[in-house]
């Protein structure tokens, strides 16, 4: 509904403007002189005024200059008699958006009206879509040259070829990984090294809206499509034309939007919700997901035809348990990223913690890790990182379980072996009882721990 402002010093015809712009829908805002009319203007903000040009107080050439000064996006409508159409096209010089001459009828009110509002919701559109353009060129001006993709394992070297082959094609790429390995950074980095770098890189978490909404954020709708579209918005897809779309966690799209997502990926083009044009995208698309999409097709939850589109060049990534190698690296890197953020001066980790974070399973991945490291650099204090500094949840510590001297008086080497028994039952319970990564955790032989456990007679009672 418009904001619509009527000047007019004739009862009747102000009041029959009136009625028009109610039957059309908006409510208007109604002065009997120019004066009046300005003061409304002042109070209201109008998108819309229409005045008479001949008014005894202030006359409407007046009241289109002072509109004009305040604010030259209102859009002005001069209503004229037949006999000062020359007076209308001085006002149409000063910058009135259309005139209307007396007599009139309803019907050519309610063109003009029309004309003013379609006027105005193209000039909202395009603001809408001119601000989701800069957003866009900020992200991809974020993303430029700052890919964060750490490592020297061989997984993480395996990737980097992938993205170094897959990156100059437009080949559809699908990437595969638990929640907080990393997968958007990859879906950027193909994008940054693609011929497509220089346009937008838009992506759209699938699990984050419901389905008329995914389906109206990804294709875009007409106006009265649905209840609550009052006015055309473009999708995702139209805003990814000539670049690149992520569709992060494709497998929680339900079958109606994976058939349409089929036609894209087979005819390149979409339709509107609400719409019957034909509208041709030329998108790369790269999908993520942290489900078994294979496994989603035996259940009968995903089309089969649409995985092996989605699946032309899979990438997976590695957990970052199956990466421990890379973890002194990614600390190193946290530590230099967060340091502003924290204001912190740390320059580095002690060589125990650093065990720690080795031997912590990370079932968050590099997110949870990146997360901790955060969490250590605002507790810490002095020029190293230590235990302590990191989150109970990584270090598995609590009041219970602090390594402890035991209490009495008691020898050197009884001492150190109540230290050593806290220290295996503690690996072990992070271990969850398995033995071999216990002796992993430990660093000693597997053999050896077995004498250990005989000898303090640990099992899995301690584990409850």
């Known amino acids: 509904m418009a904001s619509i402002l009527v000047v007019e010093d004739n009862d009747t015809l102000r009041e029959g403007i009136s009625e028009v712009v109610e039957r059309m829908g908006h409510a208007p805002l109604t002065a009997p002189g120019g004066r009046k009319g300005l003061q409304l203007f002042d109070e209201h903000a109008p998108e819309v005024v229409i005045t008479d040009l001949k008014m005894d107080d202030v006359d409407g050439m007046e009241v289109l200059r002072s509109i004009r000064d305040r604010d030259d996006e209102t859009l002005v409508m001069i209503v004229t008699a037949f006999g000062s159409i020359e007076k209308a096209v001085e006002a149409m010089k000063a910058g009135a958006f259309d005139f209307i001459p007396k007599p009139f ?94 346009g937008p890189f838009v992506k759209v978490n699938c699990s984050a809206l419901a389905e008329s909404l995914l389906e109206s954020e990804l294709f875009g709708h007409e106006k009265g499509a649905f209840t609550g579209a009052h006015e055309q918005r473009i999708g995702r897809f139209e805003l990814a034309d000539g670049g690149t779309i992520f569709l992060d966690e494709i497998g929680d799209i339900s079958s109606n939007i994976q058939l349409k997502l089929l036609r894209v990926l087979q005819e390149r083009e979409i339709e509107r919700v609400g719409g019957e044009e034909t509208i041709s995208v030329d998108v790369r698309v790269i999908t993520a997901t942290n489900k078994d999409l294979e496994e989603e097709v035996e259940a009968g939850r995903f089309r089969e035809d649409l995985f092996y589109r989605l699946h032309v060049v899979p990438i997976k990534v590695p957990p970052l348990r199956e990466r421990r190698g890379d973890i002194p690296l990614l600390v190193d890197h946290f530590i230099e990223k967060l340091g502003p953020r924290t204001r912190s001066d740390i320059e580095g980790i002690a060589p125990d913690a650093l065990e720690v974070l080795r031997a912590y399973k990370w079932p968050g991945n590099v997110r949870e890790l990146e997360n901790s490291i955060e969490h250590a650099l605002v507790f810490a204090e002095g020029e190293e990182l230590h235990i302590d ?76």
């Open 105 to 198: 009828p309803p019907d050519l009110l309610e063109t003009k009206v029309g004309k003013a509002l379609d006027v105005l919701e193209s000039r909202r559109e395009n603001e809408r879509l001119e601000q989701e353009n800069e957003m866009l060129r900020r992200d991809l001006d974020e993303t430029r040259g700052s890919i964060e993709i750490i490592g020297e394992s061989e997984a993480i070297e395996m990737i980097f070829e992938r993205i170094e082959k897959v990156a100059p094609t437009d080949s559809t790429v699908y990437i595969h990984g638990e929640s907080g390995t990393g997968k958007e950074l990859i879906a950027r980095a193909i994008h940054e090294h693609s011929t497509r770098r220089d």
């Open 389 to 464: 500094d990191l989150p109970p949840s990584v270090t598995g510590q609590s009041d219970d379980d602090v390594l402890k001297l035991p209490e009495g008086e008691r020898s050197l080497p009884e001492i150190l072996e109540n230290l050593e028994e806290q220290l295996i039952v503690r690996a072990f319970r992070q271990a969850e009882g398995v033995k071999t990564e216990t002796a992993e955790r430990l660093g000693i032989k597997t053999s050896a721990l077995y004498y250990k456990l005989d000898k303090y007679e640990i099992d899995e009672s301690v584990l409850d």
